[in-house]
């Protein structure tokens, strides 16, 4: 007699899973080496990065760049002035961005649609077709070799950050805002404390976002900005590429590797609220 054999449900279960999660950890590993390798060249000497074989780990272990990055470029400045673009941007724009997503969402305008959509028709036109004559009127007003160009423009909102909010907001009963308004609430007091507080997860994870556009910027600052000491971040680890006359790639490492730290930790203390806005939930528990 032919014996048959059969394969268990279980047994399936098992193999596709097991095979999920290896190729999960492959793709893991491959997003996570080349930051491993970045931070293993910061503890490199020059010698070993010019030479044409791979080589992961250091052969002798130096921390020689750490010392020089503080001494070449004020990145302890550059670090602050970035900050002093991120913070107003990031509060005052995000909030005005929620405000004219809560009009286009819940307020009755008349041709609503038409300005939303000349509003996010903007998108399609990229900054190097605009960034010459935005230069030409701040270097008019004596803006250049300063912060303020920078974040200006920011604190009016951000239209892929309105549209966004847009469709959270959908999800969110509008017979909330009905009830508010027969208690006796107009609309900004119905915005402050029935909608903000609704719409914290999608500001906390749009916030982010917009935290590491500006934090990576290099192209904005550097056509407004000369001078080293109200140089952002990304500008001045360009310059380690000009350091001592050539590239000394172990220093530039460890400026990306430092520039990176605060966005590691942002992310972490914002995980939570990033992860239950990307699934644009309804916002009511």
Same mark, same amino acid.
Not at 15 to 35: C, D, H, N, Q, R
Not at 95 to 118: D, E, H, N, Q
Not at 199 to 214: K, S, T
């Given at each position: ?18 095979? &999920?999660?290896? @190729?999960?950890? *492959? /793709?893991?590993?491959? +997003?996570?080496? %080349?930051?491993?390798?970045?931070? #293993? ?70 041709? &609503?649609?038409? @300005?939303?959509? *000349? /509003?996010?028709?903007? +998108?399609?036109? %990229?900054?190097?077709?605009?960034? #010459? ?153």
């Amino acid at each position: 007699m032919e014996k048959k054999f059969k394969i268990s449900n279980k047994t399936v279960s098992t193999v596709v899973l097991s095979l &999920s999660y290896a @190729i999960m950890i *492959v /793709l893991a590993f491959t +997003m996570i080496f %080349p930051y491993l390798y970045m931070v #293993l060249t910061t503890f490199k000497p020059m010698g070993e990065t010019v030479s044409p074989e791979l080589k992961v780990f250091p052969i002798v272990w130096t921390a020689e760049s750490y010392k020089e990055i503080w001494q070449l470029v004020p990145f302890g400045r550059g670090i602050l002035n970035t900050m002093t673009v991120e913070v107003p941007v990031i509060l005052v724009g995000t909030f005005t961005s929620a405000l004219g997503a809560y009009a286009f969402a819940k307020m009755r305008m008349p041709c &609503s649609k038409i @300005i939303l959509l *000349v /509003l996010m028709s903007s +998108m399609m036109v %990229p900054f190097a077709a605009l960034f #010459l004559p935005q230069y030409q009127i701040y270097s008019s007003l004596g803006l250049t070799n300063n912060l303020l160009p920078l974040i200006l423009p920011g604190l009016f909102g951000n239209i892929s950050m309105v549209f966004f909010f847009i469709q959270f907001m959908g999800g969110i009963p509008t017979a909330l805002l009905e009830a508010a308004k027969i208690d006796g609430c107009g609309h900004f007091k119905s915005f402050l404390h029935i909608m903000l507080p609704l719409l914290w997860p999608a500001m906390a994870a749009q916030a982010v976002f917009w935290f590491l556009g500006i934090w990576n910027d290099y192209f904005a600052p550097s056509i407004y900005l000369t001078k080293e000491e109200v140089m952002t971040l990304q500008p001045l680890i360009n310059r380690l590429n000009a350091t001592q006359g050539g590239r000394d790639l172990p220093l530039v490492m460890t400026g990306a590797f430092l520039s990176s730290i605060p966005l590691i930790a942002v992310y972490l203390a914002f995980q939570k609220y990033f992860m239950s806005a990307l699934s644009i939930t309804s916002g009511i528990k």
